[in-house]
């Protein structure tokens, strides 16, 4: 039982360059979640994802895009990567409504040049 | 809209001592709140919940902390702190019937030896 996985761990991209994170959970929850940690801002909600087939913008949703592609994956990507996204980036599920646990991913750490 | 305020963003405390971390929110709405504990390089994991019922929940690692409707905080205390307990803080809220979760910027707890 692995919980939520997350790749890659860490990545480097030039400033224009795309990428997607993928996150996976194996713990059958609905709702699955995208956060960016930065010093000093806690974790601000970037998407997230009811249940699958469904996905909404957090906080900060500007120059993201999500897929749910099923019930254990949701994958964040970066069209058009700035320096402003250089941040520590976790997925997270819990099962359902806000009075549920969340579970977090170990974290991606992205650095844009 | 909610939102949730650490008012420390760090606080060193010796071994053995008590320590106190404060949050308060702000919401019109009920809320469940959470603390969650960082490790150094890894995800957040949940210290403990308040639902409904009893106003004081405890961890299993010996921290509590004490809803207080009327102040709207939720303050994290430890009658005796370990250097194992050297981590970062988090506070947060959902609104009932949400899937949201607001988190507070972290507290730093540093346990000196």
């Known amino acids: 039982n692995a919980g939520v996985t997350q790749t890659p761990k860490f990545q480097v991209l030039k400033t224009g360059q795309s990428m997607t994170l993928q996150c996976a959970q194996d713990m059958n929850h609905n709702s699955m979640y995208w956060y960016r940690q930065d010093p000093g801002m806690g974790l601000r909600l970037i998407y997230y994802?009811?249940?699958?087939?469904?996905?909404d913008k957090g906080e900060v949703p500007n120059g993201y895009n999500v897929s749910r592609l099923n019930k254990r994956e949701f994958s964040l990507r970066l069209e058009s990567a700035a320096p402003s996204q250089t941040s520590v980036y976790f997925c997270a599920s819990s099962d359902g409504l806000g009075s549920d646990t969340q579970y977090f991913g170990p974290g991606t750490r992205l650095t844009v040049l | 809209a909610q939102s949730v305020t650490q008012l420390d963003s760090q606080v060193p405390v010796f071994e053995e001592a008590p320590v106190e971390l404060r949050c308060n929110y702000s919401s019109s709405v009920s809320v469940y709140l959470f603390w969650y504990v960082q490790y150094p390089n890894q995800g957040l994991q949940l210290l403990l919940k308040?639902?409904?019922?009893?106003?004081l929940v405890e961890s299993i690692n010996g921290f509590e902390a004490e809803f207080n409707k009327s102040q709207t905080s939720f303050h994290l205390r430890k009658p005796s702190v370990h250097i194992s307990d050297t981590a970062e803080y988090f506070c947060?809220?959902?609104?009932?019937?949400?899937?949201?979760?607001?988190f507070g910027t972290g507290t730093r707890l540093k346990v000196l030896a």
């Open positions: 994802s009811a249940s699958e087939g469904t996905t």
């Open positions: 308040y639902l409904s019922g009893s106003t």
């Open positions: 947060a809220v959902s609104p009932s019937g949400t899937y949201k979760y607001i």
